[in-house]
């Protein structure tokens, strides 16, 4: 794929603001530990104001990705990163894996999601991202049957790419466990995930190289964070130093996922 305006690699620092949903979808009884919800709460509360400053500090435009829940119980922040310029995507109403529900369930959902999201900003989101990137069979379909742009969970490729539906292609913005703090920093022994935290240094390494990989072969970099996650202050002095790293290539523009699916959309008509 050739990118236009002399871009050698496009770049997205996109965030999936989950807060307290993805705890409670998994596990109803997680809401009675107040340490545990604290823990999540710190994503939307404290982090994201913080995550924010930092993307205005490099001047990027980032993709968040929220659910409806997270939306409509902290509506004065979701303002605040659509005032910021940033992009707002779908992530269901209470981080529901497609994939855990019927059809008619997971529309019901999205469309619920998106309805909270523009009654806040005024505009209609036009990218998806799955909540743990558990797709149905028939999630590409729903989507693009209710006029999304593009879906961003899926790892067939380092570039964006069309799938088809029984309707129109739909973008791809892939995605990939590698670029994803999660499988690095996740531990809640409630929910037995307690695997040993990577460093903030060891997980600078690992990013760092795949960004240098996909910058000589000319792909993109598409980095999927959690606020309540990458927001400790370590660990966002982390980011700040690849993002550092990252302006220091030639030829390197940060964009938001919808940006990169419009570069695609063009190419492809």
Excluded at 33 to 59: F, K, Q, W
Excluded at 132 to 137: D, H, I, P, T, V
């Amino acid at each position: 794929m050739k990118w236009p305006n002399n871009i050698s690699c496009p770049v997205v620092i996109s965030f999936d603001l989950d807060g307290v949903t993805g705890t409670i979808n998994r596990n109803p009884a997680s809401k009675n530990l107040p340490t545990l919800m604290s823990m999540r709460e710190y994503g939307p509360s404290v982090a994201t104001p913080r995550i924010l400053d930092l993307l205005d500090s490099h001047n990027i435009k980032s993709s968040f990705y929220i659910p409806g829940f997270i939306a409509e119980t902290h509506p004065d922040l979701i303002l605040d990163i659509h005032k910021r310029g940033h992009e707002i995507g779908n992530h269901g109403y209470m981080h529901e894996p497609p994939a855990t529900l019927t059809s008619l369930e997971e529309e019901n959902v999205l469309l619920q999601g998106s309805k909270i999201i523009k009654d806040i900003t005024g505009e209609n989101p036009v990218g998806y991202r799955s909540p743990s990137w558990e797709l149905s069979s028939d999630s590409l379909n729903i989507l693009k049957r209710n006029g999304f742009l593009y879906d961003s969970s899926m790892m067939g490729n380092d570039i964006p790419y069309l799938i088809h539906t029984r309707h129109d292609p739909i973008i791809e913005i892939p995605i990939h466990w590698e670029l994803d703090d999660h499988p690095f920093f996740n531990y809640i022994p409630f929910l037995g995930q307690t695997n040993v935290m990577a460093s903030p240094e060891h997980v600078y390494s690992v990013w760092a190289s795949s960004f240098e990989g996909l910058y000589k072969y000319k792909r993109t970099f598409v980095l999927t964070m959690h606020p309540w996650i990458i927001g400790r202050p370590g660990r966002l002095n982390m980011l700040d130093k690849l993002i550092t790293l990252i302006k220091s290539y030639q030829g390197t523009s940060f964009m938001t996922c919808k940006e990169l699916a419009l570069i695609k959309a063009h190419d492809y008509m």
